[in-house]
């Protein structure tokens, strides 16, 4: 058997180089983002990511999401899950819907991986200290289907891999396009991957922050910034026959430093849905789309000697900016994906191009909606 080291991709200087659309003069809404424009803004949250790739026919990887420092069993976060087209195999869905919290890392990965991962996500809560005498864990991990570039089938993740990505995870920059649970995904039938963004509220509004991180892979008629991309370069789902262009997944996780309970945390989940149409996205048929959202405000604790607790929410009437931010976010997270992503080669001489930035950039510019 190979070595962990083998599989372990180092990020090359010409993924490094490239630049995301707001480096380039595409500035997506209207919010300022946080200092590093990604999910990690949020403090305390750290992004893991192991990326695997072998040969002509491994292309696939892991990205892991630690909401914060601590014992996620013993401190669970406030949480909530959206389903936006359930086409796929999310693990961890019930609980969270029954009790609104998370108790365990979230785990992205390949979709015959899940398995893998959550077994993993069990065996790094059982070895946290304090959990000796735990007796059930709720994994939260969410797949996309990498088959077109990855031999799926092979089921290269291993739990190494994942508890791997658990322990590089930091607060730091993020990487995007071809890494983690993102190396072999398409989008808009070009090449995918991971992506990330963020938002910070002014002063006025209460400055939070909410983050996003997303792996794409789904389709449908590709929008940058409002610019009809897609149909200007002439590739869209449906466009000359009834196909399944527009199939794949979309993993999006939000994090906020926002004080909001479970439900209010569905609601800003349903935004996030509504930051992915405005990139083109249809949901479609056989597109596993789903939203995990969570709080870093509220912890709740395992166990307790009082029978209730008290915790400050946001009023219902001050989560209006926080919608906003969660769909400028997650357009721009889904932007970020695209333009940082490099052409890959796979399985079976399956080839998918990055998306031409320089034609985009044109087009760009033909509507007004770049700044020089």
Known sequence: MKSLLSFLLILPLTLAAQKRPRELGIKIGVLPTGALNAITDVAGVKVGQVTLTEGADVR??????????????????QAAMYIGNGFGKMTGYSQVEEL???????????????????????DWTLGQKGNENVRSVNPVVGET??????DIRGRHVQKDHVLNALAQAENGPVAEGNVGAGTGTVCFGWKGGIGTASRKLP??????????????????VLKVNGVPVGQE????????SLDKS???????????????DARNLKRLAKRVMLGMAQTGGIAANGSGDYVIAFSTANKVLHETAE?????????????????????????????NSLFMAKTSEGTQGHKIEELPRDKVLEIMRKYGRIKE
């Open 145 to 150: 289907n990498d088959g077109f570039l990855n």
């Open 246 to 260: 527009s199939d794949g997944s979309c993993m999006m996780v939000l994090a906020t430093d926002a004080p909001l």
């Open 307 to 335: 029978p209730v607790f008290s915790s400050t929410f946001l009023h219902n009437d001050y989560v209006s900016p926080l919608f906003m931010a969660a769909m400028e976010a997650t357009e721009e997270a889904i932007i």
């Open 203 to 220: 002063e006025k509004l209460g400055n939070y922050t909410v983050g996003v991180l997303v792996q794409t892979n789904f389709g449908g």
């Open 233 to 240: 370069l002439g590739k869209y789902a449906f466009k000359e």
């Open 100 to 122: 609104g919290t998370i108790e365990s890392p979230i785990v992205l990965t390949n979709t015959l991986s899940v398995p893998t991962a959550a077994d993993a996500v069990i």
């Open 60 to 77: 696939t990887g892991v990205t892991a999401i630690l909401p914060h420092d601590g014992n996620m069993f013993q401190q669970k976060v």
